[in-house]
């Protein structure tokens, strides 16, 4: 089955450490794209790649940082540099740039204390 | 940049009932795509739909590019139906999502 897998569903972390989140597509996508959403709101693009070796920062890239080495991964750090990093984290693919249709993971919520 | 605002906020029905849910944009657009967020946070792509008019099921939407607007009927609405309807339009490289519309649909 083609799709997009995220781990781990659930993450909890203290503050001050860095956290990594997976993100797998086997879709031949060359796109992907990192989302946070918070409680009642919409999403929020924190970084894009529309190819390997090259990525670009969204709205809210402070305190985050990707790497896109392999066409089917583009895992998200969240550093301690992130002020607020507790949210629901999302991951996205396209066969191209944004005009063409976008598909989610299912998700990573992170917990920090 | 482009603005997205949907209509309403809140919604909520009895089971069979119809609804229809707005998207309103600001400028031109080459993708609007709704989306349903089940309540385990999964996003589900309903329609990839820049204009036009689309069906499937007991759904379907239309787009009014030149009016800059987008429709999402869902006919005889299920308790499943529930969640939160996405509008989301690409605007200076990046997909630009509303606030959404939270769905309750009552047995």
């Known amino acids: 089955d083609g799709g997009i897998t995220q781990s781990p569903k659930y993450l909890f972390r203290k503050e001050g450490q860095n956290v990594t989140l997976s993100c797998e597509q086997n879709l031949n996508h060359d796109a992907m794209y990192w989302y946070r959403q918070d409680p009642g709101q919409g999403l929020r693009l924190i970084y894009y790649s529309q190819i390997v070796n090259d990525f670009q920062k969204g709205d809210i890239a402070e305190g985050y940082s990707v790497s896109r080495e392999k066409k089917e991964s583009f895992p998200l750090t969240v550093t301690s540099a992130q002020k607020n990093p507790t949210a629901f984290y999302l991951c996205?693919?396209?066969?191209?740039?944004?005009?063409?249709?976008?598909?989610f993971g299912p998700g990573t919520r992170l917990t920090v204390t | 940049g482009i603005q997205v605002e949907q209509s309403p906020p809140d919604l909520i029905l009895q089971e069979g009932a119809n609804s229809t849910l707005r998207c309103n944009f600001s400028?031109?657009?080459?993708?609007l795509q709704w989306f349903h967020q089940n309540p385990w946070g999964q996003l589900i792509n309903l329609f990839y739909?820049?204009?036009g008019t689309k069906q499937n099921g007991r759904l379907s939407a239309t787009t009014v590019a030149t009016e800059r607007y987008s429709l999402l009927y869902i006919s005889s609405s299920q308790t499943t139906d529930s969640g939160v309807y996405f509008c989301?339009?690409?605007?200076?490289?990046?997909?630009?999502f509303g606030k959404g519309t939270k769905l309750t649909v009552n047995p």
């Open positions: 739909i820049p204009s």
């Open positions: 996205a693919s396209s066969y191209g740039r944004y005009s063409y249709e976008q598909y």
């Open positions: 989301a339009v690409d605007g200076s490289e990046k997909l630009v």
């Open positions: 400028d031109s657009v080459n993708n």
